[in-house]
């Protein structure tokens, strides 16, 4: 482990936290394809049974978003008034544009900058004759809505759920439900902002939707794909993301992190594809009551989930719907500095992904996963959350559904 592994170690397990992949170009006008992909129709068969995973090591690819840039205050930033991040600036590849790119937007250069980069890749592969398959990737990673846990966390405070809350599945009068937890109003709201600022996007900045989407199992984040990619598809067609077992939030004893079964996933959504990863078996057997797994494996776990997308999916553009500890810490897997996201927000990337020799390896270090924290001595968990807001649960939640309440100090509010 290299130091600043052992350093993010240090840090508090993370709160129940999202991910998505098809084909769809905004990119055809005027006759002239900004995208360049080797073989646009090269789509995924993630997870064929049998089939082996290559390792990768991952590089962000920074110069290109704010979000990447050690300037930037992850406090306050709003993607939807940033046009996602991305700098204004010229590249290398715009001279290969028609009158220099002059008459495209930024998002529709920088597009035509990832195909030329991944175009290069390719020939320097057959210049050489090295099976090294390097690529660069556009991830889309994107946090959940405000969820029921999200609220009930930020009504009792951090250390009375963790100690005791987390593991329950509702509070003590029902006001919520908060294992495998649904979307609030707020989040669903969030969701919708999301959408919109998309379809803003498409029609100010021709920016190209994902070709490739990617979602974790647990409810919030599905939901939030759904309302932010639902209505987005070419000709109407359905959404149709790849449920991954991997994108899911940091498991254990937090029920908000125990999802359901697969066939309740589909009777929720059912144009999502769930039997394309072998990892997602019709009941949850990852999640432990007792244990909780720890930052260290989430990241390993990350960057496992990366490695099986882009060994079967060959797309530039990939979303990926999933949580907040899970986007952490596959962040920090790809080498990205840290960038708080709120619930509902965004963060794109740009990826390298250069083939590793060895084999995948399988680690279980489940020894390693933690046990609930002991509550501190004199903490009242009858009144903890009245102490701390002068209102039941209740009343709470009808606050932050109103809006009168505002949970988060960066949460996505959206403009579009
Ligand atoms: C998913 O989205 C579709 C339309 O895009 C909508 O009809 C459906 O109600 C949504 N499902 C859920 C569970 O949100
Ligand atoms: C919003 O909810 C709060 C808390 O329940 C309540 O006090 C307030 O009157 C509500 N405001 C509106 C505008 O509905």
Redesign the pocket.
């Known amino acids: 482990m290299d130091p600043p592994f052992l350093l993010l170690l240090t840090v508090s397990f993370v709160v129940c936290g999202l991910l998505e992949v098809t084909d769809f170009s905004m990119s055809s006008q005027k006759g002239f394809d900004i995208h360049t992909d080797p073989d646009p129709s090269a789509g995924m068969e993630i997870g064929q049974s049998g089939e082996k995973e290559s390792r990768y090591k991952y590089t962000t690819i920074t110069g290109y978003f704010l979000q990447d840039d050690p300037a930037t205050d992850p406090f306050g930033f709003d993607f939807t008034k940033t046009n996602f991040g991305l700098i204004d600036r010229p590249y290398d590849s715009d001279t290969s544009l028609p009158n220099n790119g002059r008459e495209l937007t930024g998002w529709q250069r920088f597009e035509h900058h990832i195909s030329k980069l991944n175009q290069d890749a390719q020939k320097t592969r057959d210049g050489s004759g090295k099976s090294a398959d390097v690529s660069y990737k556009l991830l889309f990673l994107g946090r959940h809505g405000n969820g029921f846990h999200n609220v009930a966390e930020r009504y009792y405070g951090n250390v009375a759920w963790d100690c005791y809350f987390s593991a329950l599945d509702s509070d003590k009068d029902n006001v919520m439900t908060w294992s495998d937890a649904h979307l609030t109003k707020e989040g669903i709201r969030q969701a919708q902002e999301a959408n919109k600022f998309w379809k803003h996007q498409i029609k100010a900045e021709r920016i190209s939707l994902p070709q490739s989407y990617y979602v974790s199992p647990l409810d919030r984040a599905l ?1 939030t794909a ?2 932010t990619f ?2 987005l598809q070419p000709d109407g067609a359905a ?1 149709r993301p790849i449920v991954m077992e991997r994108a899911r939030e940091g498991s254990g004893i937090h029920t908000c992190d125990r999802r359901s079964s697969v066939t309740y996933i589909k009777s ?2 059912p144009t999502f594809i769930t039997d394309a990863d072998p990892l997602l078996t019709e009941d949850d057997t990852y999640w432990d009551p007792v244990y909780r797994e720890t930052n260290e494996a989430l990241t390993i776990r990350q960057a496992k989930l990366l490695d099986s997308i882009v060994t079967k999916d060959k797309n530039e553009r990939i979303s990926i719907t999933a949580h907040s500890g899970a986007i952490a810490m596959f962040l920090h897997a790809i080498g990205h500095q840290k960038f708080g996201l709120g619930t509902g927000a965004v963060i794109p990337v740009l990826v390298k992904a250069e083939p590793l020799s060895q084999p995948a390896d399988f680690i279980d270090d489940r020894d390693k996963w933690q046990t609930i924290p002991k509550c501190p001595v004199g903490l009242d968990l009858e009144t903890v959350g009245v102490q701390r807001w002068k209102m039941g649960l209740k009343e709470f939640l009808a606050g932050v559904e109103n809006g009168t309440l505002q949970i988060e100090e960066m949460a996505f509010k959206g403009r579009h």
């Open positions: 939901e759904n309302v639902g209505d959404f929720r959504f």
